[in-house]
């Protein structure tokens, strides 16, 4: 794939000096972006965005990583650790944080994540998509149908964020389920909201038609200025040149406007009948209006609540999603959120060490159980075993199986029979496909043919991957009913 891009970032007219700092690096991992707005003072929000930057580089130049979307989190978990450090130990620098974006652009795919309110933006075919969503107070009114996007530019509180880099021990981002797949044409954009909040996304769609990046890198600084420059404003381009991609894949978070309810007074002409006059409406008025106060007494309970404790799940999770929820966002759920069945008990393997359970009734999580798991070794009697449990630990025995010797018959991996059923393996940091099959026993091929076909567990991508021969870690792979060692 081939692209250019261009980067550019003004102090706007009301700072005093500019707290955005952005950078592109030619990693070991990708081609890596970056845009994050500092918080905390002209020093310290300078201080924060150089910080994040910086380690978000060095962390993605130190290895390769198999799973490039579980590197993004951990890359804004070491940036977070370097913040945080810095301001525990310079007191001048106390509170200190920022926000981010990253795209990483890998062969063809393009990955991304990132953590407050600055943005990735996709505009294809002409149109431009919200790639993020705001990790913001308002945004939650927005997802929480309280309040629409165009109401949400002009709130008082627009600019409370709810995530940041370097503000606590730890942080959750948002990341990328999957890779965007963009095709010739497509332009993406990484942003701080000194220009989103400043300039309406019908704006910068206009100004986005431009292909020459340099100039359209100016137009929108220039457009964020002229609307009063209130904030630091900083522009990314990516332009996508060449693509083996025919049509764009990715999803978006688009705003949404209010349905209007239709007009009573409206009238419809049917060819060839003259229409009767319309009676009042009196029940549906009614009705209309009961239903009002009733929204706005809503309203009011929950607009009053403490700022600082509101939170939801724009989506309502289903069965399968909590059993594969990414451990590093597993705290995002909580008791008392709403789920898309009614009652069940769903256990979540991907947490190394534990193992949660939620508990469901009624399409609510009333439970959340965390237990630890301690792979227990048989204890050899002439020696000193330290891996034995101690008491009050709850561990996990695998059931005792026949031995096996030599080769297992690869006619067995065709089809898993009632009697027989496997058993499921959790990738773990460090293994390969090599290191599982020979501790099986087994060719990597049949284990791979075994996965691809009969593997319900793993979605699209994971097959596909499989077949070329990768794993990541917390993928579940299906082995013959023989013990990993």
Known sequence: MKYTNNSNSHVGHVRNANEDHFGELQTKNGHLFVVCDGMGGHVGGAQASKIAVNSIFDFFNREEYDNIIQAIDHAFAYANEQIFASALNNAELKGMGTTAVILLIKGDACFFGHVGDSRLYLRSNGKLNRITKDHSYVQNLVNSGIIDDDEAENHPNKNQILQALGISSSVKGTICQAPILPKAGDMFLLCSDGLNGMVKDQV???????????VTTENLITAALNEGGNDNVTVSLVLIEESPHTVSSFHHFNPTKKSKQDDFSATQKIEGKTPKPKKKLKLPLTIGLFLLLITSA????????????IQ?????????????????????????DTVNFESGKIV??????????????????????????IDVIPKDPTKKDPTTATEGDKIKIN?????????IDSSRLKQ?????????????KGETLNKISADLGISKEDLIKLNVDSNKNLDKTQRQNLEKEKIAIGMKLIIPSKKIK
């Open 204 to 214: 910068i769609e206009k100004l986005m038609q431009e292909n020459t990046l340099q």
């Open 298 to 309: 809503i309203l009011f309970i929950f607009l009053n609540k403490d700022q600082s404790v």
């Open 312 to 336: 939801s799940h724009v989506k309502r999770l289903n069965k399968q999603e909590l059993e594969e929820y990414l451990c590093n966002n597993i705290e995002d759920i909580k008791e008392g």
């Open 348 to 373: 979540n393997l991907l947490c190394e060490k534990e193992k949660i359970t939620f508990v469901v009734k009624d399409s609510v999580i009333v439970e959340i159980k965390k237990e630890k798991i």
């Open 399 to 407: 059931p005792t199986e026949p031995k096996t010797t030599g080769k």
């Open 416 to 428: 898993v029979t009632k009697e027989e059923k496997p058993n499921i393996h959790l990738v773990k």
